[in-house]
């Protein structure tokens, strides 16, 4: 997986967790176990009763084992959503 990570370097990334977090930011660096490094981060806190929220996380150091997924995050088509209108009930963690 990291020679495929080289792609999205300096890139906007979307990062799904293990335990179901939600997080975008510039992949700055990565090593051979996958773990990230993110610049510029932002959390995204959905709730099915509330607006989704941003909650600013900064430089964000996220290891491999907890990453269930990461691809890159259309800029463009981002910004076009209005993210205030969107409910969705949180993520669950991974269960083995």
Do not use: C
């Amino acid at each position: 997986m990291s020679s495929k990570l080289a792609e999205y370097l300096d890139k906007r990334v979307l990062v799904i967790t293990q335990d179901g977090r939600t997080i975008t930011g510039d992949l700055k660096g990565f090593d051979q176990t996958t773990n990230i490094i993110l610049s510029e981060s932002i959390e995204r806190v959905y709730s099915a009763d509330e607006p989704m929220e941003e909650v600013p996380l900064g430089l964000y150091v996220v290891r491999g084992d907890h990453i269930s997924i990461i691809g890159e995050l259309d800029i463009e088509l981002d910004r076009k959503i209005d993210w205030s209108l969107v409910r969705a009930e949180p993520l669950e963690e991974v269960k083995y």
